[in-house]
């Protein structure tokens, strides 16, 4: 999808990780997932998946590395 902002907005948060030295938040991103129909074609099933960046200090506390969780939202902006 040449309109997803999906991997600009990435390389943006984990940029404020290592220039804050704090945790940011991604909001919610939309993914389709390729999943096969019962006709046996290929479809798509929205997901939509929000993520947190937390950096990981060492002992000198310098960001050692930066941990990357997603959470499903899709239930969540369904309802």
């Given at each position: 999808d040449p309109a997803d902002t999906?991997?600009?907005d990435l390389r943006r948060s984990l940029a404020r990780v290592v220039a804050t030295g704090?945790?940011?938040?991604l909001p919610a991103q939309r993914?389709?997932?390729p999943v096969v129909l019962?006709?046996?074609?290929t479809g798509f099933e929205e997901r939509f998946?929000?993520?947190?960046s937390t950096p990981i200090f060492g002992a000198d506390s310098?960001?050692?590395c930066i941990s990357h969780t997603t959470?499903?939202?899709t239930t969540h902006l369904r309802s």
């Amino acid at each position: 999808d040449p309109a997803d902002t999906g991997e600009t907005d990435l390389r943006r948060s984990l940029a404020r990780v290592v220039a804050t030295g704090q945790p940011d938040r991604l909001p919610a991103q939309r993914y389709p997932i390729p999943v096969v129909l019962p006709n046996g074609e290929t479809g798509f099933e929205e997901r939509f998946w929000s993520a947190v960046s937390t950096p990981i200090f060492g002992a000198d506390s310098t960001i050692q590395c930066i941990s990357h969780t997603t959470i499903a939202d899709t239930t969540h902006l369904r309802s």
